[in-house]
């Protein structure tokens, strides 16, 4: 079976990452998984960009040198993406020695060649985007994507012919009509190139600029940033003699945003091209997550932090909305009550009370062992779920290889209904009654056990937590045997009498806002007035505790207990907190009173009354004394 490779975008390192950054990898992630679980040896690549006037402007602002401003960010890209559960092999940076030897070895070569000249030019330059344009590029003569009026700039450059190319690249595009994917951005590449396509200018001088990679051939120049940043394909491989580059460059697979098709997709090619390297095999265009209507922009104030919405939700949700809210090559709308709402509804109601439902009817029926599926019952009580698994797993198969996420997870969804209405048609609780029925419930069980077997499978690539807490508690010992896709095609692989641990809530449902997810480790306390913490936290752990300024709007006692006070508070929206303290605080001298509460605590009830956060308190027992703030703040001001 054929190598599989990957790549990222390389991110540009003048802005910190944000949810586009990680669409584009948890993307790339998802398909690197899925082609493991297919059984191909794949390769994962991403990186950071760091070069061009952009990144000096940035370091500058910052009160930095370039250097160590790109180590700084770049390590911020690097860092979050084991946050998101992210499985890359390699993570290039175009500063690096070895990048840099690649991009002067390829310059030379196709400088030799005769398609690198030099010659003066003057043009519109967009400082943003690093790159001159054509007046026809213009809109209202100002760049499309920055929306500024360019610089005209005249200088002496060296310069790339891609107009000698022009016609191949045509030619190869509508010979290959995947080469580029989905249609739609094709089409958009075909239509630039039906205008004549000018020669790529590819050199800064240093009296402009000196922060990038010198031309071999001229050393008062460096390289433009897009010639040097798109040469890291080949360079992470070890271009051209290593053994990585031969074994998974013949299979590439280039994933990129909208907003850089040009590069990847007419300038990039004709480079290969010139350079004698064989072309990547597919570059796949997604579209941008807007945010209020707008796409993502610093300017704006609009930029979704990915690392946040982990922390609150937990990485498998996250990735789960990115690939199930987004149809690839669209555009998509990002908002954290769509995000709350495909969690609930998705993942505590269809996935999670299916899961938690199973596993309770095992412990209780049959102490916790997978039951043995008795012959000769299982074509009475099949009920057509051995086959809506296969279909499933066939269908998410074929929409992953098309790049269609959503699709894919509304196959597994499908299959969960297919499930739940197995459990209903067939009452296992009625069976369990009567013990002429036994041997049918036995059936029934093992049928739904296995069918979170083949669930278990299939979620794997795009929520790898989950999956690996599913088959722990189905009693799936090796889950790299029950990650194969041949696997989750075939029915009947849960092994009977096997002691499966307790059930768990798979996704806590989110009762209400920024709320904890399944995956924070913030524990309930034994005692209601005092938040009890393992010594020698991590700060990841702490940061996860939302402390809120609260103000007292009403308090009164709870019945039969002399010790807690119902209180109502005001922390931007109003909380009910069940409080230990009425031994110490009187009704009366509490409203009004500001106080520091544990938001995000999960909801639990307390003599009969929900309590939805914890008031801190210093001191024990009967001499706890209320944590307040040094002066007046608003409701809801969190603590940092």
């Known amino acids: 079976m054929n190598p599989y490779y990957i790549t990222t975008p390389i991110y540009y390192v003048n ?12 993307v790339a992630d998802v398909l690197n998984r899925f082609h493991r679980m297919c059984g191909q040896e794949t390769y994962f690549l991403t990186g950071t960009d760091e070069h061009g006037d952009k990144v000096v402007r940035a370091a500058k602002e910052e009160g930095l040198s370039p250097l160590v401003y790109v180590d700084q960010i770049s390590e911020l890209f690097r860092n979050l993406w084991p946050e998101l559960d992210i499985e890359y092999d390699y993570f290039i940076r175009t500063t690096s020695h070895a990048h840099a030897k690649v991009v002067e070895e390829v310059l030379q070569k196709i400088y030799d060649a005769g398609d690198i000249y030099f010659s003066e030019y003057e043009g519109a330059y967009c400082f943003g985007c690093e790159r001159f344009y054509t007046e026809r590029e213009l809109v209202d003569g100002r760049c499309p994507d920055h929306k500024t009026i360019p610089e005209v700039i005249k200088e002496s450059n060296y310069f790339f012919r891609m107009s000698r190319y022009q016609d191949w690249l045509v030619e190869h595009i509508e010979t290959f009509p995947d080469f580029v994917r989905p249609e739609r951005y094709r089409n958009e590449v075909l239509a630039f190139l039906r205008e004549p396509l000018v020669d790529l200018c590819i050199s800064r ?10 031309l071999p051939f001229d050393n008062q120049y460096v390289t433009y940033v897009w010639f040097d940043a798109l040469l890291n394909y080949i360079s992470a491989l070890g271009y051209p003699d290593g053994e990585p580059f031969k074994k998974f460059w013949p299979t590439v697979q280039h994933l990129i945003a909208k907003d850089i098709l040009k590069p990847h997709a007419i300038y990039w090619p004709i480079m290969l091209k010139a350079a004698g390297i064989p072309l990547y095999r597919n570059l796949n265009v997604h579209g941008y997550w807007n945010v209020d209507a707008a796409k993502m922009s610093k300017s704006i104030g609009n930029v979704v932090d990915p690392l946040e919405l982990k922390k609150i939700y937990g990485s498998d949700a996250f990735r789960y909305f990115l690939m199930r809210e987004m149809v690839f090559g669209l555009d998509s709308n990002f908002s954290e009550e769509a995000f709350i709402h495909r969690f609930n509804s998705d993942l505590a109601n269809d996935l999670g009370n299916l899961f938690s439902r199973s596993l309770t009817m095992v412990h209780k029926y049959f102490k916790g062992i997978v039951p043995q599926k008795e012959a000769g019952t299982e074509s009475d009580i099949d009920f057509g779920l051995r086959a809506d698994a296969e279909k499933a797993a066939q269908d998410y198969r074929k929409a ?75 009693g799936l010992k090796s889950a790299e045997t029950f990650q194969k896709m041949e696997d989750l095609s075939v029915w009947g692989k849960t092994k009977p009498g096997i002691k499966l641990p307790k059930r768990l809530t798979l996704f806590p449902r989110i009762e209400q806002g920024r709320a904890q997810s399944a995956n924070q480790e913030i524990a309930e306390p034994k005692e209601v007035r005092l938040m009890r913490m393992k010594p020698d936290i991590t700060m990841e752990i702490f940061q996860k505790i939302d402390l809120r300024v609260a103000t007292v709007l009403h308090a009164e006692a709870v019945p039969r207990s002399k010790k807690l006070l119902k209180l109502k508070v005001d922390v931007g929206e109003v909380h009910t907190i069940v409080a230990g303290i009425a031994e110490n605080y009187e009704v009366e001298d509490l409203i009004g009173k500001q106080v520091v509460i544990v938001a995000n605590l999960k909801p639990t009830k307390l003599m009969g009354i929900l309590s939805q956060g914890m008031v801190l308190t210093a001191g024990d027992k009967g001499n706890c004394r209320l944590v307040t703030v040094d002066g007046p703040s608003d409701p809801g001001t969190p603590l940092t």
Not at 15 to 26: D, F
């Open 15 to 26: 802005a910190r990452p944000h949810l586009g950054h990680a669409y584009s990898t948890v």
């Open 205 to 214: 001088p240093k009296t402009r600029l000196q922060w990038g990679i010198t």
């Open 400 to 474: 992953m290889e098309d790049l269609a996420f959503n699709k894919a997870l509304m196959a597994i969804w499908e299959f969960i209904n297919h499930i739940n209405k197995y459990i209903d048609v067939t009452a296992p609780w009625e069976l369990a009654k009567r013990k002429s029925q036994q041997r049918q419930l036995q059936t029934v069980l093992y049928n739904v056990l296995e069918g979170l077997r083949v669930i278990s499978g299939l979620i794997y690539p795009i929520m790898p937590q989950a999956s690996r807490v599913m088959q722990e508690h189905l």
